[in-house]
């Protein structure tokens, strides 16, 4: 299938949902013939080009989706003055904005089941896990740990009854690469785990997959584990590293 040709957006409405979460709203004429229901599924923003080089590239994931247009939520790692290019144009854009916007690439669902299920991330990967939430079935059984900068980042998400919510605050984030699989670890009876779905920054990321794939022995069929972001480092250079690092494993 061909891919699609980059649409411009507009935006639509402009919120902050949390301390350090911001949404951007976007429809428009480049809604006309995007495809329905992406919700989870991922969108690249194309920013200022320069003069020599290519576009500037950014990756977010489609929260919702409405006949409104797509809801984006963007994670701020800092001040609005130390945010990457996208982050730092969405929380300035103002109604009526436009923005080229290419995709839809597609979601990372969970299988099908009761699990239980271990779903495991930053606050980069929060829409992605606040979708896969909305669509286990009532009966699902599991633990999501979920890593922000600040108490005031909680959401309220809507989950089964039987998933417990594990957050965790780390101002600076992704600067302890640890927090994460050591909350893994304390997770009971992770043998008994249906699938693992991890998303986060890069360097957890790999304390993740070792305990996971490697000490835990979960297949492909059993985890889905990726890295979103690097820190201290833009998407290009990270997309460099993570190619590097899943030859190195394969």
């Given at each position: 299938?061909?891919?699609?040709?980059?649409?411009?957006f507009?935006?639509?409405d402009?919120?902050?949902?949390?301390?350090?979460m911001?949404?951007?709203?976007?429809?428009?004429?480049?809604?006309?013939?995007?495809?329905?229901?992406?919700?989870?599924?991922?969108?690249?923003?194309?920013?200022?080009?320069?003069?020599?080089?290519?576009?500037?590239?950014?990756?977010?994931?489609?929260?919702?989706?409405?006949?409104?247009?797509?809801?984006v939520?963007?994670?701020?790692?800092?001040t609005?003055?130390?945010?990457?290019?996208?982050?730092?144009?969405?929380?300035t854009?103002?109604?009526?904005?436009k923005?080229?916007?290419g995709?839809?690439?597609?979601a990372?669902?969970?299988p099908?089941?009761?699990?239980?299920?271990?779903?495991?991330?930053?606050m980069t990967a929060?829409?992605?896990?606040?979708v896969?939430?909305?669509?286990?079935p009532?009966?699902?059984?599991?633990?999501?740990?979920?890593?922000?900068?600040?108490?005031?980042?909680?959401?309220?998400?809507?989950?089964?009854?039987?998933?417990?919510?594990q957050?965790l605050?780390?101002?600076?984030?992704?600067?302890?690469?640890?927090?994460?699989?050591?909350?893994?670890?304390?997770?009971p009876?992770?043998d008994?785990?249906?699938?693992a779905?991890?998303?986060?920054?890069?360097e957890?990321?790999?304390?993740?997959?070792?305990?996971?794939?490697?000490?835990?022995?979960?297949?492909?069929?059993?985890?889905?584990?990726?890295?979103?972001?690097?820190?201290?480092m833009?998407?290009?250079?990270?997309?460099?590293?993570?190619?590097?690092?899943?030859?190195?494993?394969?």
């Open positions: 299938m061909a891919r699609a040709e980059p649409q411009i507009e935006v639509v402009s919120t902050r949902l949390t301390l350090n911001h949404r951007l709203t976007l429809g428009g004429t480049g809604l006309e013939g995007f495809p329905c229901d992406q919700r989870g599924g991922y969108i690249k923003f194309m920013l200022s080009k320069p003069k020599i080089g290519k576009a500037v590239v950014r990756t977010y994931t489609i929260r919702n989706q409405s006949e409104r247009g797509l809801d939520d963007f994670a701020m790692h800092g609005p003055a130390e945010s990457g290019p996208a982050t730092k144009w969405a929380i854009a103002r109604i009526g904005d923005i080229m916007v995709g839809p690439g597609p990372k669902p969970m099908d089941g009761r699990g239980p299920f271990l779903l495991v991330g930053d929060l829409p992605a896990i606040s896969n939430l909305e669509d286990l009532d009966n699902a059984t599991g633990h999501a740990i979920i890593l922000i900068r600040n108490e005031a980042d909680k959401q309220n998400l809507t989950k089964p009854a039987n998933v417990k919510i957050w605050v780390e101002e600076d984030l992704g600067a302890n690469s640890a927090l994460l699989a050591e909350a893994a670890r304390s997770v009876n992770v008994d785990l249906a699938y779905w991890v998303a986060c920054e890069f957890a990321m790999k304390q993740l997959r070792q305990y996971l794939r490697v000490e835990q022995n979960l297949g492909k069929e059993r985890l889905y584990i990726s890295s979103y972001w690097k820190h201290g833009v998407e290009d250079d990270h997309k460099i590293v993570k190619r590097v690092d899943a030859e190195a494993i394969t």
